[in-house]
């Protein structure tokens, strides 16, 4: 038989490798799409079939996660043997100016959607993944971080992420739902949004190279993450689906590093090396270009987020052993493939212009 799976977050980063490994595998994929004055599946476009197509492996549905009516009609439809969780409101700076719609989306959304598993009484045919988030920890009480270390929000959106945790924790125990959480680090990829800091740094470091663009503004050039790549991250949404128990995993690559060293290691896969000068605000980055010293990054206090995630380091002991899972791209691979895919796009935005 088939299996038949439903993606929520279908066109963003996640959803689009996931999309791509479910195919692989076999699946029928079903995706939620919400609408958007211009076209928002770029990263889904090469799955796309006709929609005139007869049983098409990949089919779009309208929905969103504040509108309990679509998610039950899509569900209902459907027939999901696996509902995978990963539409989101994402972006951590963004949830301070949009509080009240990232907790509609991020916490109510998660529970709109178990509802309707609910409500349908498919809640024995159909498993459940959250796209939970090494956010969740926060202010960090332990080092590395694990599944039992305690939460410590430091966002809207990471609040928001919370409720989802344990709303899917208590349909798991309430109503016996396969319903696990994966508590993913920060997972990167050409596809990443733009705004994000490794995609916003990739990108602009490409078109400074290319002469598109003179500067790139940051905020904490501290901050210290654990970054692995998105392609090895969704594997694992997916292997959690297949356990015999449902249960809560850490992914992360157990390596950390800052915002700095990311800029440094991209700018030196673009073939320039980047000497840090001043304290604060003030700091900048200088490099040498064409026999010439040129600052090319700078500070913008507007980045600053009003509570700063500081350091993140997952230990991803349990999924390496319950799971069989070793993340395969390093770091330095990462960032030389997200340089190397934007120095390609801005050679063609160079064409164009
Ligand atoms: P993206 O921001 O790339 O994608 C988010 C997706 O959610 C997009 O498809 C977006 O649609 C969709 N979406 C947003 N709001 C709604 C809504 N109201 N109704 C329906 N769909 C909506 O995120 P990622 O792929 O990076 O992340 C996937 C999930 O994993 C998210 O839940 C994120 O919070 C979580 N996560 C991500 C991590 C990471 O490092 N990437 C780490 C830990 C957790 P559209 O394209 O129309 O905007
Ligand atoms: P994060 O990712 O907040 O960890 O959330 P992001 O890439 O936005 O920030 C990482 C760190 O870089 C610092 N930073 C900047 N960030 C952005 N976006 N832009 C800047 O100019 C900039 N300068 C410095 C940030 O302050 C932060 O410390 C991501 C999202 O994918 C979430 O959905 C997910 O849950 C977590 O990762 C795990």
Redesign the pocket.
């Known amino acids: 038989m088939t299996k038949r799976a439903l993606i929520?977050?279908?066109?963003?980063?996640?959803?689009?490798y996931l999309a791509e490994l479910l195919l692989e595998k076999g699946y029928e994929v079903h995706g939620?799409?919400?609408r958007?004055s211009l076209f928002?599946?770029a990263?889904i476009d090469h799955l796309h079939e006709e929609p005139q197509e007869e049983d098409p492996r990949f089919t779009l549905h309208y929905?969103?996660?504040?509108?309990s009516s679509s998610l039950m009609r899509v569900m209902q439809r459907v027939q999901p043997d696996e509902v995978y969780?990963?539409?989101?409101?994402?972006?951590v700076a963004v949830s301070f100016e949009e509080p009240e719609y990232t907790a509609?989306?991020?916490a109510v959304?998660t529970l709109r959607l178990l509802e309707a598993i609910r409500i349908l009484g498919m809640g024995d045919q159909c498993r459940f993944y959250q796209?939970?988030?090494?956010?969740l920890y926060g202010l960090v009480q332990e080092v590395p971080q694990k599944e039992t270390t305690p939460f410590h929000p430091r966002s809207p959106?990471a609040v928001a992420?919370l409720y989802a945790y344990w709303i899917t924790v208590n349909y798991r125990e309430a109503y016996d739902f396969f319903a696990c959480n994966?508590?993913?680090?920060?997972?990167?990829s050409p596809?990443?949004?733009e705004t994000?800091l490794t995609r916003k740094v990739t990108r602009a470091i490409a078109r400074i190279k290319l002469g598109l663009q003179d500067c790139l503004y940051l905020g904490n050039l501290d901050a210290r993450r654990d970054w692995g790549h998105?392609r090895d991250?969704v594997e694992m949404q997916w292997r959690m689906l297949q356990q015999d128990k449902p249960q809560d995993y850490v992914i992360a690559t157990g390596e950390q590093h800052s915002v700095r060293e990311f800029v440094e290691l991209a700018a030196a896969e673009a073939g320039f090396g980047i000497e840090w000068q001043g304290d604060g605000v003030e700091e900048v980055g200088i490099t040498e270009m064409a026999g010439e010293r040129r600052v090319i990054v700078r500070i913008d206090p507007r980045y600053f987020r009003p509570s700063e995630v500081d350091t993140l380091l997952g230990d991803p002991s349990l999924a390496h052993e319950a799971l069989d899972w070793q993340p395969t791209t390093t770091f330095p691979e990462l960032v030389a493939e997200m340089v190397e895919e934007d120095l390609r796009e801005a050679a063609r935005t160079q064409i164009v212009r």
């Open positions: 929520t977050g279908v066109t963003g980063q996640d959803g689009a939620i799409r919400r958007a928002n599946t990263r929905a969103d996660l504040t509108d969780n990963l539409a989101a409101q994402s972006h509609n989306v991020d959304g796209a939970s988030s090494s956010e959106y992420k994966g508590i993913l680090f920060n997972h990167e596809r990443r949004g994000f998105a991250y």
